[in-house]
């Protein structure tokens, strides 16, 4: 199976945990979409839904679907939210913001009674931090910021370089909240826990890429089959 046809596939079975009358957050990402395009067949046919959308795109594109949407200030409990992850280990802890879209993603999964995540299995490790940890951050004070970051996220044993995030065009990625993302490139996050604990310390970081006991179950699709890692009884999703 080709990477495109796995993340179908898990985007379909997430689709199973979709119930009439839910208020749903759509995540955001590669992934997400083929769940987004699902989701939209599915209202089509008459499931009665309503969602909240992690980012512009996510918005533009459910709502050329014709899937009714709406916002957290609107519709500040949702059900479910369904979204992808840039890395994944076998607690569910999870590295996202690689689509520049942490902030909103962490809001609406929080705002959520449960997280599904998706994913091909590529995105399934050991370790978390061979993807880059991304950070939004506050453009004011950005080298004092990265100094900081650079300086705790040392002293629990992550250490690389720390670049903010460009465009193809030169400019500086902004991201829908008209932030700036850092990527830290450390390699190996040892301790998850340590670090988030440690970001959240530095007045610049808004929000950082490591979601550790958000997520309720997450489904990986791979070739020989599709992987569901957590709560998988319908007591607990």
Not at 8 to 18: D, G, I, K, N, P
Not at 44 to 49: E, F, H, I, P, Q
Not at 75 to 88: I, K, N, Q
Request: proline letters at 4%; a negative charge.
């Amino acid at each position: 199976m080709t990477q495109d046809a796995l993340k179908v596939a898990a985007a379909e079975r997430a689709l199973t945990f979709v119930e009439p009358g839910m208020r749903l957050g759509l995540g955001t990402g590669s992934t997400t979409a083929k769940f987004v395009d699902a989701l939209g067949r599915k209202v089509a046919a008459g499931l009665d839904v309503l969602c909240v959308a992690t980012s512009e795109a996510t918005q533009m594109q459910a709502e050329k679907l014709g899937i009714p949407m709406s916002t957290l200030d609107e519709t500040p409990f949702l059900d479910l939210t369904v979204d992808g992850a840039d890395e994944l280990d076998g607690e569910l802890r999870l590295i996202k913001g690689g689509g520049g879209a942490l902030l909103r993603e962490k809001i609406v999964a929080t705002a959520s009674g449960r997280m599904i995540v998706i994913a091909d299995a590529s995105k399934k490790v050991d370790t978390l931090g061979a993807f880059p940890l991304p950070l939004e951050v506050v453009t004011f004070g950005l080298t004092a910021t990265r100094n900081m970051i650079s300086a705790l996220a040392a002293d629990v044993g992550c250490e690389g370089e720390i670049k903010v995030r460009m465009q193809a065009d030169g400019s500086p990625f902004r991201t829908d909240s008209g932030n700036l993302i850092l990527d830290c490139h450390f390699g190996q996050i040892e301790d998850p826990e340590e670090l988030d604990e440690a970001l959240k310390l530095v007045p610049g970081v808004i929000e950082n890429g490591l979601f550790i006991g958000i997520a309720d179950l997450a489904i990986i699709a791979a070739p020989d089959g599709v992987l569901l890692i957590g709560a998988e009884d319908d007591d607990l999703l």
